[in-house]
């Protein structure tokens, strides 16, 4: 499919890059913006925000990464979903996203790269999205990428056990990134090794396990702490973008 986006109607004044509001379900967290380059796309980036799943933190988040990524060409998809304290949880969180971006070939964008990009708990989402299929590339952005281990360090005070109403076991690898390695697609983790939020051993484990499994995965080490990384006006998020440009 090529060409920019084919919807509607865009909101607010009508401009260029202006977002359009598209829900995917019945539930008010269960929608999304879609950021439509003003020419041909270069493919759409699939912005998935963080915040340890909690209801706490909302796609307001992703919305700097959005605008920057349609200045550049990408068209974007700024996910919601539900959260804990909204409805969400496991399954219900992995529901949405995986209906999320079931919804993309309906949006008129260009579908030749499909690429999740999700910073913190979004990187967990970002990386379990691509074990469905469909998806070009993967950027974890200080990811939670190994949820036993995440549990066990207690990040996020709780946060995964909250997630999943329950500690995580090696039942769970459906659901946990380190235990779906290999993925049929590269993965590139970006993070500070300076993170106290979200510690670099979550990005290194996973590279690890999957280069050792035979898949395509990088870090990338950048400057800062955990924020940084969605900062559109850091050196972390202009190697991101160079990450981008190369596929």
Not at 4 to 31: E, K, M, N, W
Request: net charge negative; glycine share 14%; charged share 20%.
């Amino acid at each position: 499919m090529t060409g920019s986006c084919a919807l509607d109607r865009p909101i607010g004044s009508a401009q260029a890059h202006d977002p359009y509001t598209v829900s995917y379900g019945d539930d008010p967290s269960q929608f999304a913006e879609l950021y439509c380059p003003s020419g041909e796309s270069r493919g759409v980036v699939v912005v998935i925000h963080g915040g340890f799943w909690k209801a706490a933190y909302g796609l307001d988040l992703g919305r700097p990464l959005a605008a920057d990524l349609v200045a550049r060409g990408w068209a974007a998809w700024n996910l919601e979903y539900r959260r804990v304290g909204d409805g969400g949880g496991m399954p219900a969180t992995l529901d949405d996203v995986a209906a999320g971006m079931d919804l993309l070939p309906d949006l008129g964008a260009d579908l030749s790269k499909v690429v999740t990009l999700g910073h913190s708990a979004g990187g967990h989402l970002a990386v379990w999205a691509a074990s469905r299929g469909g998806v070009t590339a993967v950027i974890s952005q200080a990811g939670v990428l190994d949820l036993q281990s995440a549990y066990a360090d207690g990040l996020g005070g709780g946060a995964v056990e909250a997630f999943m109403g329950r500690p995580p076991s090696d039942a769970d690898g459906g659901y946990d990134p380190l235990r779906q390695v290999p993925l049929d697609v590269p993965v590139w983790c970006v993070h500070a090794p300076g993170d106290d939020t979200v510690p670099i051993s979550q990005s290194r484990d996973y590279v690890a396990a999957a280069e050792a499994a035979g898949g395509r995965a990088t870090l990338v080490e950048v400057p800062g702490d955990h924020y940084t990384v969605v900062d559109p006006a850091s050196e972390a998020w202009a190697l991101t973008i160079e990450i981008l440009e190369g596929l």
